[in-house]
C-alpha cells in the first residue's frame, strides 16, 4: 500500500476542510431555520426538509426557466417560503398549539405538512432532478486545494446569512422579543411580548432560511421532489448535535455534521456507501453521553 506524502496528506486535509466548511455553512443555515422555530413554538417541523425543497424548485423556476437573474430567484424564493411559512403558523399551528392538550397533536400536524408539500411538489413540478445553469464558472487551483468558484460564492452567501441572522436576533427588536419568548413564553407575554405575531414572524423566518438554502444548493446539486425527508433528517441531526432550541448549537451541529460528511466521504468511500452508518453511530453515542447536545441550555 502506497503511503501518501506529506505535501499529499497536506492536500488532501486542506481539501476536506474546505469541503466541511463549504458544506456546513448550508447546514447550519438549514439547522438555525429548525431550530428557532422549535425555540419559539415547541414544534418539531418535520415539514423543513419539503420547504427546502419548495424554495430549490422556485429558484429552478424563475432562474432557471423564467431568465431571471439568480439573486432575484433567491429573494422570490425566501419571499415565498416566508409567506408559506407565516400563513401556516397563523392557520394551522396556532390554532391547534391553542386548543389541544397533547403535544403530539402539533408534530402530526407538521407531518401532514410535510406530506402535502411533497404532494404539492410532485404535482408542480414532477420527479425529475431538475438543475440551473452555473451561478459563476471556473475552478480555483492552488497546490493544495481545487475548489469551483461557485461552491465558494455560495459558501461565502450563506456564511453573510449566518452572520446576518445573528445580528438581526441579537440587536433588532423582533429579534429580541423571539429571544424572549425562547426562553420563557409566559413571561414574555406578561412583560408586552405580542406572542402570536413574533410567533408568526419566527415560523416564516424559519421557513424562509430554508428556502433560500434550497435556492443556493439547486445551482449546486439541483433538486428532487424525493430529498424533503433526507433533509429533515439532516436538520433534525443538526439541531440534537448542538442542542435543541439553541442558535448557537444550531451553528455548532452544522459544521459538524459538514465537517464529519466530508471526512467520510473522502476516507469511506473505498468501503462503499457507509458514511452515514458511520455517523448516526457516533450520534447515538454522544447523545447517550450528551443528550442535551454540546450547548443544551436555554437560548438567550
Known amino acids: 500500500m502506497v503511503q501518501p506524502t506529506s505535501p499529499q496528506l497536506v492536500s488532501f486535509m486542506a481539501q476536506v ?39 430549490g424548485f422556485i429558484t429552478y423556476y424563475v432562474y432557471g ?35 389541544s392538550i397533547r403535544e403530539e397533536s402539533t408534530m402530526l400536524l407538521a407531518a401532514a405538512v410535510a406530506f402535502f ?11 425529475k432532478q431538475r438543475g440551473v445553469p452555473k451561478i459563476v464558472n471556473g475552478v480555483f487551483l492552488s497546490d493544495t486545494l481545487i475548489m469551483p468558484y461557485d461552491r465558494m460564492l455560495i459558501g461565502a452567501v450563506a456564511i453573510i446569512m449566518i452572520v446576518v441572522f445573528m445580528l438581526f436576533m441579537q440587536y433588532s427588536k423582533p429579534g429580541r422579543a423571539m429571544r424572549a419568548l425562547a426562553q420563557d413564553r409566559v413571561a414574555a407575554q406578561l412583560m408586552g411580548v405580542r406572542v402570536d405575531r413574533y410567533s408568526m414572524i419566527g415560523f416564516a423566518l424559519g421557513a424562509m432560511l430554508a428556502g433560500v438554502v434550497g435556492g443556493l444548493l439547486v445551482a449546486i446539486t439541483g ?10 433528517v439532516k436538520a433534525f441531526m443538526m439541531v440534537m448535535i448542538g442542542g435543541a432550541g439553541v442558535v448557537g448549537g444550531a451553528i455548532a451541529g452544522g459544521f459538524i455534521l459538514g465537517m464529519l460528511e466530508s471526512v467520510g ?6 468501503y462503499g456507501d457507509i ?5 448516526f453511530a ?3 453515542v454522544f447523545l447517550s453521553i450528551r ?10
Request: glycine share 14%.
Open 265 to 270: 466521504l473522502s476516507v469511506l468511500h473505498a
Open 17 to 55: 476542510i474546505a469541503n466541511g466548511l463549504y458544506l456546513g455553512a448550508q447546514y447550519a443555515l438549514i439547522a438555525l431555520g429548525l431550530t428557532l422555530i422549535f425555540a419559539l413554538m415547541n414544534v418539531l417541523n418535520f415539514a423543513h426538509g419539503q420547504m427546502y425543497v419548495l424554495g
Open 291 to 300: 443528550p442535551n447536545g454540546l450547548m443544551g441550555k436555554p437560548w438567550g
Open 223 to 232: 433538486v428532487n421532489s424525493g430529498i424533503g425527508g433526507p433533509i429533515s
Open 65 to 99: 426557466q423564467l431568465g431571471f437573474p439568480f439573486a432575484l430567484a433567491l429573494l422570490a424564493s425566501g419571499a415565498t417560503l416566508a409567506a408559506t411559512g407565516g400563513l401556516i403558523e397563523k392557520f394551522l399551528f396556532r390554532p391547534v398549539i391553542r386548543r
Open 275 to 279: 458514511t452515514y452508518l458511520v455517523i
Open 117 to 127: 408539500l411533497d404532494a404539492m411538489v410532485l404535482l408542480l413540478f414532477g420527479e
Open 282 to 284: 457516533a450520534l447515538m
